[in-house]
């Protein structure tokens, strides 16, 4: 399905955190890389000049960096929700579009009810990390 022009709310178990985004994603990927799995995330893509990021008065985000250190999983400390990554740095302009992944489980499902999902498998093989910051459960050949 194609991104419509329907504003989207998405936010944390507690509230703590919103993320709003001006329209639905183009898609909705269900990474199967280790960490993604673990978090049971299912992301939407979007610039970071589309994203705007509020919380409540002494909430606080957490993150998580880990491998080749360019994103960090960004989480409530409250809940626990992961609720979006973010680049820590752009990345080369040969190597695509700059943007973040929104964790579109933490949206009202009616909302994304006809966006199509995509289960992506392609990182579960690709050695994009080094041997000594992969997960012991990845089956990449490194």
Known sequence: ???TDTSIRSSCHCG???VTVP???EYINVCQCTICR??????GYY????????TKPNAVTKQYVW???????????NCGCVCYWW????PPTDEGEYKIGLNTNNVNPELLRFVDRKFEYSLLMSPLR???TAHPDDPAKY
């Open 1 to 3: 399905m194609a991104a």
């Open 16 to 18: 703590a955190i919103t």
């Open 23 to 25: 329209r639905l994603p």
């Open 38 to 43: 673990r978090y049971g995330a299912a992301w």
């Open 47 to 54: 610039h970071p000049h589309q994203v705007k990021i509020e």
């Open 67 to 77: 491998g080749d250190r360019n994103l960090s999983f960004n989480f409530c400390d």
């Open 87 to 90: 680049p820590i740095r752009p």
């Open 130 to 132: 080094s041997k000594d």
